[in-house]
C-alpha cells in the first residue's frame, strides 16, 4: 500500500510535544495526511501517552525545562516500546540550554529521525552554533562547494548516532549512513511562513508511523511538503500574503494523492 494511504488507513497517533508558536499547524498538517495528532506535555501523563501514541515528535521551538522534563520521559518510554522518535531542534544554535537539551535527547532517547534547516543541522554535528534565530544564517546555505563535505559529516553523526538528518532549505538533504538524497521540491515562499519546518517535521512523523521504510519515508514525506509549495504557490492570487499561502499549503496535503507524490517528486541519489 502506498504511504498515504496506509496513513489515512491506519490512522496513527502522533504524540507532539511541541511549540506555542506553529502549534496548530502542525496538528492540522498531521490530520490532512491522515494521522491524528496529540499535542501534550504535562509530565505526569508522559507515560500512559507513550504507550498509545505511534510516534513522537519532539520539537524544541519555544523549550522550558518543564517541557524537556517531559521530552525525556516520553522519549524513553517510546524506545522502549520500540516506537518512532523524531527531533526538530529547532533553534538550536540560539543558545547552551538548547544544545545542552538536545545532547541529553540524543544520549537518553536516542530520536531515529532528526530533521531542521541547514543552520540547525550544522550546530548539531559540529557542537559549534550557526544561525541567530529559528531561521537559516545566508552564510549557512549549502552550494555545490560544500555539499559532499556537508553529506560526510552528516553521514559520520548518522553512523555515531544511528539516526537518518534531514536538513531543510532551498533544497533539502536526507541522510543516512550510507545513503544520501536531494530534494528539489519547495517553493521560496515557504521561507515567508514560520512553521514550515515544524510543518514538515509533523509531516514525517505522521508518514513515519504508517510507512516500513525509515529513509524512503522521510525522502518521501518530504518531496510530498516542497509539493505541497508547489501547488500552494499556484493558489496565490491578488491580495493574498503569507497568511493565505500557510492555509493553501495545508490543504495541498489535504488533497494530496499517492499518484501526485509520485508524479511531482523531484530528487537525486547522490550516495
Ligand atoms: N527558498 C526555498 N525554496 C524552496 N523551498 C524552500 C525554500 N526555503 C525553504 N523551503 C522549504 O520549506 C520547508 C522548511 O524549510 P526551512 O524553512 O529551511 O526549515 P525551518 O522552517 O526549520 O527553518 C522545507 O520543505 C524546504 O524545502
Ligand atoms: C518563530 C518561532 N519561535 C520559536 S519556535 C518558532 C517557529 C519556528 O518554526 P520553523 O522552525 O518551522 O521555522
Given at each position: 500500500m502506498d504511504l498515504l494511504q496506509a496513513c489515512r488507513k491506519y490512522a496513527p497517533l502522533v504524540h507532539c510535544i511541541t511549540n506555542y508558536v506553529t502549534v496548530n499547524d502542525c496538528a492540522n498538517v498531521i490530520i490532512a495526511s491522515g494521522g491524528r495528532p496529540l499535542m501534550a506535555d504535562e509530565i505526569t501523563e508522559m507515560t500512559?501517552?507513550?504507550q498509545k501514541a505511534e510516534?513522537?515528535?519532539i520539537n524544541i521551538g519555544t523549550l522550558n525545562q518543564r517541557t524537556f522534563t517531559a521530552s525525556l520521559a516520553a522519549g524513553k518510554v517510546m524506545r522502549q516500546y520500540g516506537k518512532m522518535v523524531l527531533l526538530d531542534p529547532v533553534g538550536i544554535g540560539v543558545?547552551?540550554?538548547?544544545?545542552k537539551a538536545v545532547?541529553?535527547?540524543l544520549t537518553t532517547v536516542k530520536p531515529q529521525v532528526i530533521r531542521g534547516n541547514f543552520s540547525e543541522i550544522l550546530t548539531l554535528i559540529s557542537g559549534q552554533q550557526?544561525?541567530?534565530?529559528?531561521d537559516i544564517a545566508q552564510t549557512d546555505q549549502m552550494t555545490q562547494a560544500t555539499q559532499d563535505g556537508l553529506i560526510a559529516q552528516m553521514q559520520d553523526f548518522c553512523q555515531q548516532s544511528d539516526c537518518i538528518l534531514i536538513a531543510s532549505g532551498p533544497e533539502d538533504l536526507?541522510?543516512?549512513?550510507q545513503q544520501a538524497y536531494l530534494v528539489q521540491n519547495g517553493h521560496a515562499l515557504m521561507k515567508d511562513v514560520t512553521g514550515t519546518g515544524c510543518q514538515l517535521s509533523a509531516l514525517i512523523g505522521a508518514l513515519l508511523g504508517a510507512g516500513q521504510d525509515w529513509t524512503k519515508t522521510c525522502l518521501t514525506a518530504t518531496c510530498m511538503w516542497g509539493l505541497a509549495g508547489e501547488k500552494a504557490a499556484k493558489k496565490i492570487t491578488v491580495g493574498d500574503g503569507n497568511a493565505s499561502y500557510r492555509n493553501y499549503l495545508i490543504d495541498a496535503?489535504?488533497?494530496m494523492t499517492d499518484k501526485e507524490v509520485k508524479e511531482g517528486a523531484n530528487y537525486v541519489k547522490l550516495r
Open positions: 500512559e501517552i507513550a510516534v513522537l515528535v543558545s547552551t540550554f538548547r544544545q545532547q541529553e535527547i550557526h544561525g541567530s534565530g529559528v536526507i541522510v543516512n549512513s496535503v489535504y488533497q
